[in-house]
């Protein structure tokens, strides 16, 4: 732009300068220079000596310095005013297309809640005397729309991301972190979806990291998550293995390098340029039928930048890849990590101590899995809160319409009025009440897709204890808040007891997952007998909505079955019914019609399994027991007529709690044993068909 002037200016001062020297040297060669100068006489030549001379082009020379600096500091001065005023037209057009990104991913989760709203409401719709092809057809439609919004929703969230990191208002969120905890996070739902895949993941852990760190967590596990799913997404065979490894340790800092390689279809060397480009797909006929625009990487790269890390690749095409992300981290604490688990080992033989006291706190918890309920409320109870439970969406708004909650804990997926639906609903009552989304779907993309739809996070099922008390304790106000009493201290032992080791060598089940998962091995037993008593009602609904092609509430079931198999520790249970629960989803019926029979053939297999609960002491106890009076049992009988016309399950819990300590008559006792059961299905209509009898 402004190299002609400098160039004249240059070109000036050689000729100037070059002719100054040439006259030196004539100087030097006839001593004299001749001038000359008008008198009256005449002419006359006088001979100037070589001072005189030199004087005069020293003047010269001076006078032409002066006009180029004059000149030059004029056009720098324009020039740097030039550049001044297009460096503030691109911060403004930057600002401005950051506030309109902003805006406008704003703009568009407002058409796309709607969307998933509307498109729910289809999937309710009543279709009885509705032809079965027709109702298939809209049913499959609305699943699509259903994917099609959620990926959409996705990519809202990508764009607002690469966004914030262009206009520079991505800032760190750096916080004291657990390596364990990160891990704990980011491996479960990629092992689920590698497991889908028939993929072997494998995990190699650096013994000596140091176990507790400062930085920014969120953004390292956004970026590992994302280069694990790649590389799920990307491979069809074969494995993928994350390593983490310690590459150097200076006083109170670290340097971590998480490498992710895979067996997938690797990149092409002309490729790799564009592979950490915005926007930009690897068009090639062996992912012609994978998802996405490219957003990943790039945001990844640059969240590493910004932690002042990077993000490398190495591939070769047709055998696989490896990320690595190279980050430094300052050290908290530097007792090294040792063996690595996936599960929390956190939990103690001895008495358990929870965080928090808040007996002045109530929570509302919704799910309509039983087994769920009663695990969340166990895994409370010693906080002493208020815990209120319910089976759905419908009793959750009934049951805030008559009293006030610090927290609620909301099932995503409910027959019926599911979770989605439900916090939509609340809000427009009650915008600042905290609501925690419960799911089995741990997703990566979790957080922001229920913070998107009004939750205020979400907890993964089964529930770690020790999570949900950090969780809920995060939402309560500070007032309610008191230290745990030692005296109300309870036993979670991870031990079962002698006649029910047998449970560590029965098929099919983890008896140290289960514990786990139900908060102990008393709970862990409780659940077991919940799981068993309940197989032949569910493994029927689960048989006749399959028989009915309702793929809607057949995939809610198996949805359901997931979780409870989880906390019973029935990891391969889990597993089939995950597979089927996103063919559910993907309507693909092909896949339903093969492996369902299986899957009712194994989940009925349980009642072999676990047989042995059965205990013949109970019988022998009850005539030991104290006889219930007439009045206490009529008492019992229209306590119940109430409570079941309210749908309040801790109540009738209670009442029956404490029937069970009396010796009933044979008749009765039937009775009371077959509500117990019809109240673990929350099937209320039939608790009011036994009462009413």
């Keep these: 732009m402004h190299k002609e002037p400098f160039g004249q200016i240059k070109k000036a001062a050689f000729a100037l300068f070059a ?29 100037l000596t070589p001072s005189m001379v030199i004087a005069v082009i020293f003047l010269m020379a001076i006078t032409g310095l002066i006009v180029w600096k004059i000149t030059a500091d004029t056009i720098t001065r324009k020039k740097d005013e030039e550049i001044r005023l297009v460096k503030k037209e691109a911060d403004r057009a930057n600002s401005a297309k950051y506030r309109f990104l902003a805006n406008m991913s704003h703009e568009i989760r407002t058409p796309i809640n709607t969307i998933m709203g509307m498109d729910e409401m289809i999937l309710r719709e009543d279709t009885d005397g509705v032809p079965r092809t027709y109702v298939m057809s809209v049913i499959n439609y609305a699943l699509d729309i259903r994917n099609a919004s959620e990926s959409l929703l996705g990519l809202v969230n990508d764009v607002l991301d690469l966004s914030k990191i262009e206009s520079g208002k991505m800032n760190l969120a750096e ?6 905890d990160l891990l704990r996070q980011v491996l479960p739902p990629v092992r689920v979806k590698s497991t889908e895949k028939g993929l072997t993941f494998e995990t190699d852990i650096d013994s ?42 200076e006083d109170d800092l670290c340097r971590l390098e998480f490498s992710v390689k895979d067996t997938g279809i690797g990149i092409k060397d002309e490729d790799m340029d564009k592979l950490f480009t915005a926007f930009e797909r690897l068009e090639d006929d062996k992912n012609s039928n994978i998802q996405g625009i490219g957003l990943g990487l790039d945001i990844s790269r640059q969240f590493a930048r910004i932690m002042g890390g ?22 908290v604490d530097g007792t090294e990590l040792g063996e690595f688990t996936e599960e929390d080992e956190d939990i103690d033989n001895g008495p358990y101590v929870p965080l928090f006291a808040a007996p002045d706190a109530g929570v509302l918890v919704v799910d309509d899995n039983p087994m769920n309920l009663t695990v969340i409320r166990n895994l409370l109870s010693s906080t002493g809160m208020n815990i209120v439970t319910v089976p759905g969406g419908k009793e959750c708004l009934e049951e805030l319409e008559k009293r006030s909650f610090h927290v609620v804990l909301l099932d995503h997926m409910m027959p019926g009025m599911d979770g989605l639906e439900t916090i939509k609903r609340i809000r427009e009552k009650e915008p600042d009440l905290p609501v925690i989304a419960l799911t089995a779907n741990a997703a990566t993309s979790g957080e922001e ?16 204890g020790k999570t949900l008390e950090r969780t809920i304790i995060g939402f309560l106000p500070t007032e309610l808040i008191k230290e745990p009493d030692e005296n109300e201290k309870i036993s979670r032992s991870k031990e079962l007891p002698d006649d029910l080791k047998w449970l560590n060598e029965t098929d099919g089940i983890s008896a140290k997952d289960g514990i786990k998962h139900s908060g102990g091995a008393e709970s862990f037993v409780y659940s077991l007998n919940m799981f068993l008593e309940t197989i032949d009602d569910n493994a029927s609904v689960i048989e006749k909505a399959y028989d009915e092609r309702d793929i809607k509430l057949f995939t809610i079931k198996v949805h359901a079955l997931k979780s409870s198999a989880r906390i019973i520790g029935a990891m391969e249970l889990s597993e089939h019914c995950a597979l089927l629960e996103e063919a559910g989803n993907k309507e693909d019926l092909e896949f ?20 042995r609960l059965e205990r013949p002491e109970e019988e022998k106890d009850k005539d030991l027991k104290p006889r219930i009076s007439e009045d206490e049992l009529k008492d019992a009988y229209e306590a119940l007529k109430e409570l079941c016309s309210l749908m309040d399950y801790d109540s009738i819990e209670m009442i029956l709690n404490q029937t069970s300590e009396y010796s009933l008559p044979e008749e009765d006792d039937k009775i009371f044993k077959e509500i117990k059961k019809a109240m673990k299905i929350f099937d209320w209509e039939k608790m009011e068909e036994i009462l009413n009898h």
Excluded: W
Aim: aromatic share 10%.
């Design 19 to 47: 002719a100054i020297g040439g006259i030196i040297t004539a100087l030097s060669y006839d001593r004299a220079v001749c001038s000359f100068a008008q008198t009256k006489e005449g002419t006359v030549f006088h001979a």
């Design 175 to 180: 916080q004291e972190y657990d390596i364990r």
């Design 208 to 249: 000596h990291i140091p176990v507790r760190l400062f930085g920014d967590m969120g953004k390292i596990k956004q970026i590992i998550l994302n280069l694990l799913t790649n590389a799920v997404k990307f491979t069809q065979e074969g494995r993928l293995v994350l390593k983490v490894t310690l590459a150097g340790k």
């Design 310 to 331: 990077e993000l490398t690749c190495l591939s070769t095409y047709g055998e696989g890849s490896e990320f690595v992300l190279r980050i430094g981290q300052k050290i």
């Design 449 to 464: 897709f229920y913070k998107a739809h009004g939750f205020d996070g979400y907890l993964a099922k089964p529930v770690d």
């Design 592 to 611: 339903i019609n093969a492996n369902t029979p299986k899957l009712l053939k194994e989940y009925k297999s349980f009642k072999e399994k676990l047989s």
